[in-house]
């Protein structure tokens, strides 16, 4: 549950079982909390979300407030955001929820744990060990026993098929990856999709979207990202292996490529926030969970796609650099690296925020049956359409 230890072990100096995302599965947090609640295992509970919290920030420039769920919070710790108004975390104790702070303060231990059973952590007339018994989060009072459970709408792949298609060619920059990519991707706009859900994007209440994937990754986008389409994105020829050599090349492009591109300029047609469900005209590979690596290989049968919002030239992986290339494509951190923001494997999509005592849906416990079928979870705000 806390991203600042990554100690492998119980109490008892073994490892009981962890479902929180990769790079935390074997926190002594977690550990610590599934040693004491068995029935938890494999649970929602079993995850960073029940001692961390999200929160609400405001765009400096745009002026929009929008939800930014617990693992982009916690993250901001580490990499802040110039354009929110709000304070952001300074520290791991900023990131904690009620339930999360009371287990710190009590020692950080299996004993810390079991001495907080009985009390109502976040104030919602549970106390904690009722509310774990009924696999709801503790440190959350808009999640409670016996409370209704989020409903929204199904859609699969048939049904977003049949829903007006958008293709966009684009840079996919990635942060620490050996190749960036070029590539075209077919799909819906994500305002078109939320509207064949019932969503009205002019509703002043929407504080925006989360997009999930079933590993418990998340992603969170403003309304603007949805209405407006991107800036045109750029396109850089012969930056490939082919072009550089092995030790230099680091850009991987398809093997047809459309029409109108000119080396440094603008490519042709929109730019928008995008679910996709084909590639380079081919369906994606699905997304499955590598065991051994803990990150999901794939990327369909839905990804989103997301423009640079700062449209530039490819760099290299961040794990790739410095290199004797002496070209100056080495990593620069002050580049777009909008690959981060795809989630791969898109199975559920939140409009923000819930309907006032509607429990959240928990995409990590179901969500690879969404996968295999297909399908994609529309909930939360404004969502209508059966």
Same mark, same amino acid.
């Given at each position: 549950m806390f991203s600042m230890s990554s100690c492998s072990?119980?109490?008892?100096?073994?490892?009981?079982s962890s479902r929180a995302y990769k790079g935390h599965e074997s926190d002594l947090d $977690?550990?610590?909390?599934?040693?004491?609640? %068995?029935?938890?295992?494999?649970t929602r509970l079993d995850d960073c979300q029940t001692c961390h919290r999200g929160g609400l920030f405001t765009d400096e420039v745009g002026g929009e407030t929008f939800f930014v769920n617990a693992c982009d919070y916690c993250h901001l710790i580490n990499h802040p955001s110039e354009d929110f108004i709000e304070t952001q975390p300074?520290?791991?104790? &900023?990131?904690?929820? #009620?339930?999360?702070?009371?287990?710190?303060?009590?020692?950080?231990?299996?004993?810390? /744990?079991?001495?907080?059973?009985?009390? &109502?952590?976040?104030?919602?007339?549970? @106390?904690?060990?009722?509310?774990?018994?009924? /696999?709801?989060? %503790?440190?959350? %009072?808009? *999640?409670? #026993?016996?409370?209704? *459970?989020?409903?929204? $709408?199904?859609? @699969?792949?048939?049904?977003? !098929?049949?829903?007006?298609?958008?293709?966009?060619?684009l840079l996919c920059n990635s942060h620490k990856q050996?190749?960036?990519?070029?590539?075209?991707?077919?799909?819906? !706009?994500?305002? &078109?999709?939320?509207?064949?859900?019932? $969503? &009205?994007?002019?509703?002043?209440?929407?504080?925006?979207?989360? $997009?999930?994937? #079933?590993?418990?990754?998340?992603?969170?986008?403003? !309304?603007?990202?949805?209405?407006s389409a991107f800036p045109a994105s750029l396109y850089y020829a012969g930056r490939d292996t082919a072009t550089l050599g092995t030790e230099c090349g680091y850009v991987q492009y398809p093997d047809t490529l459309p029409d109108g591109l000119t080396n440094g300029l603008e490519i042709p047609g929109e730019q928008w926030l995008l679910l996709a469900y084909q590639r380079d005209g081919m369906a994606m590979d699905p997304s499955l969970l590598d065991n051994t690596s803990g990150k999901i290989t794939g990327e369909g049968p839905y990804r989103i796609i997301v423009p640079q919002s700062v449209p530039g030239e490819p760099d290299r992986g961040s794990r790739y650099s410095p290199t004797d290339c002496a070209d100056g494509h080495d990593y620069d951190d002050a580049r777009d690296h909008n690959a981060g923001d795809m989630v791969r494997g898109v199975m559920a999509i939140r409009v923000n925020p819930l309907p006032a005592g509607t429990e959240d849906f928990d995409a990590k416990y179901g969500g690879w049956t969404f996968v295999s079928n297909e399908e994609v979870f529309i909930y939360g705000h404004g969502v209508t359409a059966d």
């Amino acid at each position: 549950m806390f991203s600042m230890s990554s100690c492998s072990s119980d109490e008892e100096g073994e490892q009981v079982s962890s479902r929180a995302y990769k790079g935390h599965e074997s926190d002594l947090d $977690v550990n610590n909390f599934v040693a004491v609640y %068995p029935e938890t295992v494999g649970t929602r509970l079993d995850d960073c979300q029940t001692c961390h919290r999200g929160g609400l920030f405001t765009d400096e420039v745009g002026g929009e407030t929008f939800f930014v769920n617990a693992c982009d919070y916690c993250h901001l710790i580490n990499h802040p955001s110039e354009d929110f108004i709000e304070t952001q975390p300074a520290g791991y104790a &900023d990131s904690l929820n #009620p339930y999360g702070a009371a287990y710190s303060q009590g020692g950080r231990d299996q004993a810390a /744990l079991r001495a907080i059973a009985g009390e &109502d952590s976040d104030g919602d007339g549970a @106390n904690n060990e009722e509310e774990i018994a009924d /696999l709801k989060y %503790p440190g959350d %009072p808009d *999640s409670k #026993p016996g409370q209704q *459970s989020a409903t929204g $709408v199904i859609l @699969n792949m048939a049904e977003l !098929k049949a829903m007006n298609a958008h293709e966009q060619f684009l840079l996919c920059n990635s942060h620490k990856q050996e190749f960036d990519n070029y590539a075209s991707y077919q799909g819906v !706009k994500f305002k &078109d999709l939320l509207a064949a859900a019932g $969503v &009205d994007l002019q509703d002043a209440a929407i504080q925006g979207i989360t $997009v999930i994937a #079933p590993d418990g990754y998340q992603k969170d986008f403003t !309304k603007e990202d949805i209405e407006s389409a991107f800036p045109a994105s750029l396109y850089y020829a012969g930056r490939d292996t082919a072009t550089l050599g092995t030790e230099c090349g680091y850009v991987q492009y398809p093997d047809t490529l459309p029409d109108g591109l000119t080396n440094g300029l603008e490519i042709p047609g929109e730019q928008w926030l995008l679910l996709a469900y084909q590639r380079d005209g081919m369906a994606m590979d699905p997304s499955l969970l590598d065991n051994t690596s803990g990150k999901i290989t794939g990327e369909g049968p839905y990804r989103i796609i997301v423009p640079q919002s700062v449209p530039g030239e490819p760099d290299r992986g961040s794990r790739y650099s410095p290199t004797d290339c002496a070209d100056g494509h080495d990593y620069d951190d002050a580049r777009d690296h909008n690959a981060g923001d795809m989630v791969r494997g898109v199975m559920a999509i939140r409009v923000n925020p819930l309907p006032a005592g509607t429990e959240d849906f928990d995409a990590k416990y179901g969500g690879w049956t969404f996968v295999s079928n297909e399908e994609v979870f529309i909930y939360g705000h404004g969502v209508t359409a059966d």
